[in-house]
């Protein structure tokens, strides 16, 4: 009898692979996608044509790749405003040292680490100051883009020394078909996904988004665990920096302006959750996904882009709603 | 040898004498209930054995060994646990995530070392049938009772082969058969050797559970003696200040 009981206990809480499936918002983030995807095919010419489809993928690879990062910041009750200035810093080290004559890969590392620095500044003030990362990322936000103005006189530099091609090549050119930026995407989520199932920080990441207290009891050392979160997410946007100065083949300091709400936008319509404790890889690259298709089949319908503030906005609204039905029938 | 023994504990915080001359034994397998008004100095007995604080006077040791914390990692290193009122559990994680937080089994793959779900899942479930509780490994804290949560901050107790658990008012905002639940693990970490600090307001869970019972007032240890040799009356008295020692 007990048996029985405990089989049908265990039955009603693994239900079937389908009932998990939809309780995901990953997947219906996905089918709305899918749909806006296959209504525009129908609807126009544009949509379904290779050249505009290399584009999409392209698009949404920057936003994609920041919000990975941006999940692992919000999984673990943070929030990162600075990327979008992350981006022009990284972008804008790296035009500058490649300007100066040296090699891709010399501006690419310089990049790199003027990105880490960031949010290491950012790591360090939010988890050993003990200041909101809100308002330790919305200092950020303002003092990285003016440094890249300081750095490049606020000039455009649209020639890169003697790896210029290969800096075009890297961020804009394509591989079997594919633009470079969605390679390196993929990657990343593939590292990622893996990264948060399957390795401690991953699952310490989670736990101080859901009770920093708790982690702090049982021993794990959140603090320096949180500075390495805001370097990753830091590292993602110098990373898209990099390949979005590569695409561009100019460098301004508006690049990235206002980005790290569009980025914000795909975590949380991926299912980031803002009090913590919650996100996934897959959910981030999704939201992403969705964004920028909303975003192409506004131009290509003929609807002023106007309107892009609006539908991202419903989305949010909608995905968050979403959260809560979800939490209310538990 | 008694498993924990405190020797004129004081401690002072500015002019405020929190603790006064506290002396308490304790051994292995017993349970002993701490209770007092509010104000009346357990917490801060508490954090002084779970390492938080440092007495301002007097010895703890622990068999028969002296000790002397600096960091709550110091006490747990000796062998003592502290499962707090909140909990302390991550919601968003599994029982068996919670019980191994920090200390997750890994498993080697090359350079990579990948948390050993396995492992995690068929060791938490050991250690729930131990406490003879119902908690699923694979469940999300999120939705558990407040019994099962007690369970799983229980077993963490027992992964980490604690000699003295603390356990700071783990009745308090559950049910009536959740308390049940929850006064039975107790008695199960007492079957383990495990020494047990019971701190509650309810008398009757004390009284069900506890070898020995102690009354804190105003800082000052004014009982500790067998339950058997006690009444809830008495330990009412000695609370309010109605009866003056026993």
């Known amino acids: 009898m007990t048996s029985t009981l405990d089989s049908a206990i265990a039955q009603s809480r693994n239900r079937g692979p389908l009932s998990h499936l939809i309780n995901h918002q990953v997947f219906w983030v996905f089918l709305a996608a899918l749909l806006a995807c296959l209504a525009l095919s129908v609807m126009t010419d544009a949509f379904a044509t290779q050249r505009n489809l290399f584009n999409v993928s392209r698009n949404f690879a920057f936003v994609a790749i920041i919000a990975i990062g941006m999940t692992a910041v919000i999984a673990s009750g943070g929030i990162d405003l600075s990327v979008g200035s992350t981006v022009v810093m990284s972008a804008m080290v790296i035009s500058v040292v490649m300007a100066a004559g040296w090699p891709f890969w010399i501006g690419a590392a310089a990049a790199i680490g003027a990105s880490l620095a960031i949010g290491l500044i950012n790591g360090v003030l939010i988890a050993y100051a003990g200041m909101p990362s809100f308002v330790v990322t919305l200092g950020m936000l303002s003092a990285a883009r003016s440094a890249a103005m300081v750095l490049s006189d606020n000039k455009m530099i649209w020639s890169f020394g003697p790896d210029h091609d290969l800096l075009l090549w890297v961020g804009g050119g394509s591989t079997l078909g594919l633009p470079h930026p969605l390679f390196a995407l993929l990657a990343l989520t593939l590292v990622m996904a893996f990264v948060f199932r399957w390795a401690r920080w991953g699952q310490y990441v989670f736990a101080i988004g859901s009770n920093e207290q708790a982690a702090v009891l049982t021993g794990i050392s959140v603090r320096p665990i949180k500075v390495s979160i805001y370097m990753f997410s830091a590292f993602t946007a110098g990373l898209a920096g990099i390949l979005m100065a590569g695409w561009l083949g100019s460098v301004t300091t508006n690049l990235g302006t206002a980005m790290e709400l569009t980025v914000i936008a795909a975590a949380v319509i991926g299912g980031a959750n803002l009090n913590g404790g919650e996100g996934t890889v897959l959910g981030a690259v999704v939201g992403a996904l969705l964004i920028e298709v909303i975003r192409n089949s506004l131009i290509l319908l003929g609807i002023s882009t106007f309107w892009q503030g609006m539908f991202i906005g419903t989305f949010i609204l909608i995905a968050v709603a979403f959260d809560r039905i979800r939490h209310m029938q538990r | ?246």
């Open chain 2, 1 to 246: 040898m008694e498993r924990l023994s405190l020797k004129g504990i004081s401690r002072n915080f500015g002019a405020i004498r929190a603790l006064e001359n506290v002396s308490l034994e304790l051994g292995a397998g017993e349970v002993m209930g701490l209770m007092g008004d509010n104000g009346a100095g357990k917490s801060t007995l508490v954090k002084i054995i779970a390492g938080n604080f440092r007495p301002s006077s007097g010895e703890i040791r622990i068999d028969g060994r002296k000790i002397d914390f600096h960091r709550p990692i110091d006490a747990q290193r000796a062998g003592i646990e502290v499962v707090y009122q909140d909990l302390a559990l991550c919601d968003h994680l599994t029982a068996a995530s919670n019980v191994f937080l920090g200390r997750e089994p890994v498993r080697k793959l090359g350079p990579l070392r990948l948390i050993d779900y396995p492992a995690m899942h068929r060791q938490a479930g050991q250690l729930f049938a131990q406490l003879k509780s119902e908690t699923r490994p694979r469940d999300v804290v999120r939705r558990m009772s407040g019994g099962q949560r007690q369970a799983v901050a229980i077993a963490r107790t027992l992964l980490s082969k604690a000699r003295i658990v603390l356990l700071d008012e783990p009745t308090a905002a559950i049910s009536v058969r959740q308390v049940a639940e929850v006064l039975d693990l107790i008695r199960h970490l007492r079957d383990e050797g495990i020494s047990v600090v019971l701190i509650s307001h309810r008398m009757p869970d004390v009284f069900s559970v506890a070898d020995r019972i102690a009354v804190l007032r105003r800082g000052s240890l004014v009982a500790s003696k067998p339950v058997r040799q006690s009444s809830p009356e008495e330990v009412t008295g000695l609370i309010t200040g109605a009866i003056e020692y026993a």
